[in-house]
């Protein structure tokens, strides 16, 4: 996909900061550090548009980009910090999970899953959450350059084997180092999209 304009438009703490455009939104779930915002510029091709940092936790507001004045990618709070403290971690999980129940405009729900190991436990919570909103839904694993090629098939068996995916749930693989993926990613983004309108 050819992006022509890509820039973050709205940090929202609360349901009266979304954007009311009408664009479809493609939501990034995952565990903290998972590389939720890495991926997302490596979609628009930008080094620097969404923030990132190898400390977890720094996500703490629904992030939106918009894109080609089409679409929004939402970048979420990461689930899964320990070091956030328990009032803080219900706070963020309330919020969130307002947000993708009661948001009617989410297209797609894209979930990270380190693609190295197999699903933890609150990555498997969230997968059989996440699927019971019957919104679309695709997992990515993320930092395929970690694993050798020959590997790469077997790790994402075993996330599927782990969140106990059925056979209809897409489960593609992703490099934010090398970009591998990225035409993979957006065909399945503009697919589901096409097939709403």
Known sequence: MKIISAKCTISAVGPNQYPNTGYPEIVMVGRSNVGKSSLINSLCA????????????????????????????????GYGYAGASKAKRSEWGEFITNYLRNRYIIALIVHLIDLRHDPMKNDKNASEWLMKLNIPYVIVGTKADKISRSRRPAHIAAIRKGLMLPAHVPALIYSSETGEGRDELWHHVRSVIAGQK
């Open 46 to 77: 930008r080094r620097a548009l969404a923030r990132t940092s190898d400390q977890p936790g720094k996500t703490q507001t629904i992030n939106y980009f918009a894109i080609n004045e089409q679409m929004y990618l939402v970048d979420l709070p």
